[in-house]
């Protein structure tokens, strides 16, 4: 879809608006299969609480039409406008050691590549990792 969003997003908007419709009319499962090979693994969240959660989300997202879904396809499909190598914050690169939909090496590689990164690999899934990071993450930036 990255690619099809960067070179025909006329072509990619109707899809995303197509697979809004259908995801409004399906069970929540249908949202996190959508974004997960395996439903993920928390002691917080019940799946199917995270599966409500993930649909939401999805049709959240889409809920003012299809451009803003688009553009962010097509920017992750390109190369990003700044080297790694130029970040100079320190960086907790996050990976779960049973995520099954972002390789171990993407994990290892970003960490290395990132001047001052550390890699924590967490007891958990693709989704599970978000739960675990968001608390993290949403407490802010740790003084520098």
Not at 66 to 92: I, M, Q, Y
Not at 110 to 132: F, K, N, Q, W
Request: aromatic share 2%; with cysteine; proline share 9%.
């Amino acid at each position: 879809m990255g690619a099809l969003a960067t070179y025909a997003p006329w072509l990619c908007s109707p899809l995303v608006r197509l697979q809004r419709r259908l995801l409004a009319r399906q069970d929540p499962q249908a949202a996190l299969d959508l974004v997960a090979q395996e439903s993920p693994e928390t002691e917080t969240l019940a799946t199917d609480d995270i599966a409500r959660l993930v649909k939401a989300d999805l049709l959240a997202a889409t809920a003012g039409g299809p451009s803003g879904v688009v553009r962010e396809l097509g920017l992750l499909a390109r190369p990003w406008p700044f080297d790694l190598a130029d970040v100079s914050v320190p960086v907790t690169v996050l990976q779960g050691q049973r995520d099954t939909n972002v390789a171990p090496e993407t994990g290892e590689t970003l960490a290395r590549r990132l001047p001052e990164a550390t890699l924590e690999r967490v007891d958990s899934d693709h989704l599970g990792t978000l739960c675990v990071a968001a608390g993290p993450a949403l407490r802010g930036p740790t003084p520098v």
